[in-house]
């Protein structure tokens, strides 16, 4: 089984500084992949970044980063630069891939506020 | 590519009435699934399917049921709605077991009241 924990419930940034949020996993699986996810006040769930446990380089897509440390069982999210419209929930979640059918486990969120 | 579609957007039952949401995807993603999100609890699994004919219960399944008759599509079953079923209901479908094209992609989501 896997298990997403999100410790930040709430976090504030000043407009063009860069915030981590902080996301630990736990899992029986030798393979799997981390996921973060913005969950705008509008709704939808957009998809930002992706992680293999294989992966080698930590991966980056444009202004998010993920601090993928294996070791310590962490994926934290680095937003730089943050953008007004940044302001939003966020959400790690995690899925197996190696023991049959593992959906994808979600942590609670952290909410993100960007200051002007 | 319209990605992964929800019907309706909003909805209101009584208590012990019944309906389904709908959800289709025209991605040719073989695992499909419905999570509902409650504030301060994330999101949780409710059913979920790997393939047409294939279901499979994920954290919440009681007081709901699905079917998977075709790839595209993956309707979800209120049998008889309990207040306790207020929520926000997502839909997501994904490809399978291939690292690194996994990523799920989520419908707009339908908000449910049940009075």
């Known amino acids: 089984a896997q298990k997403i924990t999100q410790t930040q419930p709430g976090m504030f940034v000043q407009e063009k500084e860069a915030v981590t949020l902080d996301c630990t996993y736990d899992?029986?699986?030798?393979?799997?992949?981390l996921f973060w996810y913005k969950q705008p006040s509008s709704g939808e769930m957009i998809f930002l970044i992706y992680?293999?446990?294989?992966?080698?380089q930590n991966a980056t897509e444009g202004r998010y980063s993920l601090n993928f440390q294996k070791a310590r069982k962490s994926a934290n999210l680095v937003i730089s630069a943050s953008q007004l419209g940044d302001s939003a929930m966020y959400f790690c979640?995690?899925?197996?891939?190696?023991?049959?059918?593992?959906?994808?486990?979600f942590g609670k969120g952290t909410r993100l506020s960007v200051i002007a | 590519n319209a990605g992964v579609t929800q019907t309706p957007k909003f909805q209101v039952l009584k208590t012990g009435q019944s309906m389904t949401l709908q959800c289709a995807q025209d991605?040719?993603?073989?695992?499909m699934s419905w999570y509902r999100q409650d504030p301060g609890m994330g999101l949780r699994l409710i059913h979920y399917?790997?393939?047409?004919?294939?279901?499979d219960q994920g954290e919440v399944p009681n007081g709901y049921n699905v079917s998977r008759s075709t790839t595209e599509d993956f309707p979800l079953r209120l049998l008889s709605a309990a207040p306790s079923q207020t929520s926000v209901y997502f839909c997501a479908s994904s490809y399978f077991r291939l690292p690194g094209t996994d990523t799920q992609y989520f419908g707009p989501g339908t908000r449910l009241t049940v009075l």
């Open positions: 399917s790997v393939g047409a004919g294939i279901t």
């Open positions: 979640a995690m899925r197996g891939l190696v023991s049959g059918n593992t959906p994808l486990v």
């Open positions: 992680q293999g446990s294989y992966d080698q």
């Open positions: 991605m040719n993603h073989e695992y």
């Open positions: 899992t029986s699986d030798p393979s799997y992949g």
